[in-house]
């Protein structure tokens, strides 16, 4: 719940993200957050087009986050992206300069396009009249009717100066409310993908594989040295990449069970390509037993032993693994590749 207030409205604030079908409100109220908290109240709709656009850069972009067969800011998002050269994991402020600095026609059409629908429609639980127009719901809001959180014009926006206050001091949790709603609409169009929550936003940092590069150091100084998987280049302690066999952008995790090492020439230009199991799997899942086996054995009270716990629960209790455990293995990888090929992410070639 958003935090209540005595004069306001709240509960129409509330019921503007009550059944939603698309993803533009979030974004929207996100970008007037933005701005409020700027002590902006008279707001070009065209800068908070591109505050919708730089908010889902990431969400869309690096970790492909499917937003319905309805939701058209998925593809518009895609659009800009193409035309405008940004790259997927930009940072949000860069992206918002660069869009507002550019001149193609084809960007601006695509942020306009956002006009036809979220600014009123936004509104509507204030205008709640069966039959309520788009024209009407502007005149309405322009008298700041039934108390509404902003006026419409063609080319801007006017925050109501009641609901000021209001949205600067409660900015924080406004923000981690649309966020929550937001994560629940994707997981329902995403019920497969992990950890939706951590993919709405850029973190400041990526944890550090430091930790895990030191075991493998072990692990290839007990083998003296390891084949790449991809490449079989022979890699040797402190000379290799820490790789995620299933993409970081799909999986959201550093995970031991899903990290090898590999040749780093390769590791950078695989990016976030999947593998192909047909092709990869054989070797990746050996690499992995004969990292468990050395590890029990070198390192046994080592915790990166817990990261494999969820799919193979009775681990303490085997020092070599077993046949069956290489298909445990697989039935955990294949439908993890599977979702992710279905959400964008291409397959390496070779």
């Not at 939701?71 to 659009?79: M, S, T």
């Not at 439908?335 to 279905?342: E, R, V």
Request: proline share 5%; with cysteine.
């Amino acid at each position: 719940m958003i935090p209540n207030h005595e004069r306001l409205p709240i509960q129409l604030l509330t019921a503007s993200f009550n059944n939603t079908a698309a993803a533009y409100k979030f974004y929207w109220f996100l970008a007037i957050l933005d701005e409020v908290e700027d002590g902006q109240y008279y707001i070009p709709k065209q800068r908070l087009f591109i505050g919708m656009v730089a908010a889902s850069w990431y969400t869309i972009n690096y970790f492909q986050i499917s937003f319905g067969k309805q939701d058209q800011l998925h593809d518009k998002v895609k659009e800009i992206a193409a035309a405008e050269g940004i790259s997927i994991d930009e940072e949000r402020n860069k992206i918002k300069s660069r869009l507002t600095n550019s001149n193609r026609l084809s960007t601006q059409q695509l942020l306009w396009h956002f006009n036809k629908q979220v600014p009123h429609w936004f509104l509507s639980p204030w205008f709640p009249q069966q039959g309520e127009t788009r024209k009407s719901i502007y005149e309405a809001s322009q008298n700041f009717e039934n108390d509404c959180l902003y006026s419409l014009e063609q080319t801007h926006i006017t925050i109501n100066p009641i609901w000021v206050d209001y949205l600067k001091r409660n900015a924080g949790i406004l923000k981690s409310f649309c966020y929550w709603k937001l994560s629940l609409y994707l997981q329902k169009h995403n019920p497969n993908v992990p950890d939706i929550p951590n993919k709405l936003i850029k973190p400041a940092k990526r944890n550090g594989l430091a930790k895990q590069r030191k075991v493998w150091d072990v692990v290839i100084e007990e083998l003296g040295g390891v084949d790449c998987i991809y490449t079989n280049t022979r890699l040797y302690k402190k000379a290799f990449a820490v790789e995620h066999f299933i993409p970081y952008a799909f999986v959201s995790h550093d995970l031991f069970w899903n990290l090898i090492p590999a040749c780093p020439s390769f590791n950078s230009a695989k990016s976030d390509k999947l593998p192909r199991l047909e092709k990869h799997f054989d070797k990746f899942y050996n690499l992995q037993k004969t990292a468990i086996e050395v590890i029990k054995y070198r390192l046994p009270k080592e915790k990166l032993l817990e990261d494999y716990l969820s799919i193979f629960p009775d681990l303490d209790g085997v020092k070599e693994l077993p046949e069956d455990y290489k298909l445990k293995f697989k039935s955990t990888i294949e439908p993890l590749m599977t979702i992710a090929g279905n959400n964008g992410f291409e397959f390496m070639r070779e």
